[in-house]
């Protein structure tokens, strides 16, 4: 089981066995899971309360973005993956209890919290692990402690960090009440011919401004997925775009809709039952199959916003690219990691891994200090893409 599905079962089917698998496939800590292990507030330490404070703080991240699962008794290692069962020592009711508590007494409003216990060893209760399901909180947490100099702050997830929220962000988690009312006012605005029908359709990614300003993946929340479907509620189980209402919880500050026309610039995402995301786009090619003449003339400006648009985001890593060769079109598919840090095109059942071209990127567009070596890297980049259709 991967870690998507994890987060979807309820918390009291979580078992030992799911906590072994996020071991064994080096699930890193994300947006969505924290690990704790059992040191972090061994009782003997002499600043056990004000990690105990720290624990509070991570719920308030994950309440204020898309919820996420907080387990204690886990060890990572120096890369923030899951590496070993660090089993917790205090008596399991009390340490509930006082998770229970400082929850209700740090947080406003208070926070949806469900605590599950996995026993790691069938000879000894005593010996066991807890996983902290926090849900998305309906307005945005406030930590509140006195003794505390984070106190009155709004904390949120970053990547696999919690850290306060800047007044922009706070702005802007206040505004989440009215995301719905904005959503129908911004597609109406836009006077997208949205239509489903018989048509080949592709789906456009159109950024929305109320999006938090993070410069990496954030997670649509429920409310904007609820709205989705209730404005598409007729799309069948066999059309590829079910799962993104399905399951779709991921795009980069924007949103999926489906557009008519079959061009180079438009592209989707795909959540696919598995839990797995692809990034998928489609090159339309005349008679002349593979046509270097017609590829170039649009190739370049889509490059150009494929990588600004990859690049950016470190949350990525490496881009793994596929070309899949037909007779009257050439599909370029571009993978991505999901969040255990595998691809989706490792996956055999998928598609084919005829003409795979792998690019490693170390470092992210953003960290460049001149043009001249963003133009560099740019061009490195075009030239491995163009390689992909065997052209120089």
């Keep these: 089981m991967n870690f998507i599905s994890i987060f979807k079962i309820n918390i009291d089917q979580i078992n030992l066995t799911d906590i072994k698998d996020l071991i064994n496939q080096s699930v890193r800590e994300s947006s969505l899971i924290e690990y704790k292990e059992a040191d972090f507030i061994l009782p003997s330490r002499g600043d056990l309360q004000n990690q105990f404070w720290k624990l ?91 003794s505390d100099s984070d106190s009155n702050k709004y ?8 850290i306060p929220a800047d007044h922009a962000t706070v702005r802007l988690l206040f505004s989440k009440k009215g995301i719905e009312d904005k959503l129908n006012r911004y597609i109406e605005m836009r006077g997208y011919g949205l239509k489903l029908g018989a048509e080949e359709n592709v789906v456009c990614w159109i950024s929305i401004p109320y999006q938090f300003p993070l410069e990496t993946f954030t997670e649509i929340n429920e409310v904007v997925i609820s709205t989705l479907r209730r404005l598409y509620p007729r799309i069948s189980v066999e059309d590829r775009f079910h799962g993104i209402f399905e399951n779709g919880r991921y795009t980069h500050n924007g949103i999926l809709f489906l557009f008519q026309n079959r061009s180079l610039y438009n592209g989707f995402f795909e959540v696919n039952k598995n839990g797995y995301i692809e ?114």
């Design 56 to 146: 509070i703080k991570i719920i308030c991240g994950f309440a204020n973005n898309m919820g996420g699962l907080l387990i204690l008794g886990l060890k990572e290692d120096l890369n923030s993956c899951a590496e070993s069962i660090t089993r917790l020592s205090q008596a399991k009711s009390d340490l509930i209890n006082k998770l229970r508590g400082l929850t209700v007494s740090h947080t406003i409003p208070i926070i949806s919290l469900q605590i599950n216990d996995i026993d790691t060893n069938p000879n000894n209760l005593d010996e066991y692990i807890l996983v902290l399901k926090i849900l998305e909180a309906p307005e945005p947490v406030m930590y509140i402690n006195s």
């Design 279 to 392: 990034f998928k786009t489609f090159i339309e090619i005349e008679n002349g199959f593979l046509n270097e003449n017609y590829i170039i003339k649009d190739f370049d400006k889509f490059l150009e916003y494929l990588y600004n648009f990859y690049s950016s985001y470190d949350y990525f890593g490496d881009i793994k690219i596929i070309l899949g060769l037909n007779k009257s079109d050439t599909q370029l598919k571009l993978g991505i990691k999901d969040i255990t840090g595998q691809y989706l095109h490792d996956n055999p059942n998928n598609f084919s891994l005829e003409n795979v071209i792998f690019i490693k990127r170390d470092f992210s567009i953003k960290d460049l200090d001149s043009e001249t070596k963003r133009l560099k890297i740019f061009k490195d980049f075009k030239k491995s893409l163009h390689a992909c259709f065997g052209l120089s």
């Design 155 to 162: 904390f949120f997830r970053y990547n696999e960090d919690t």
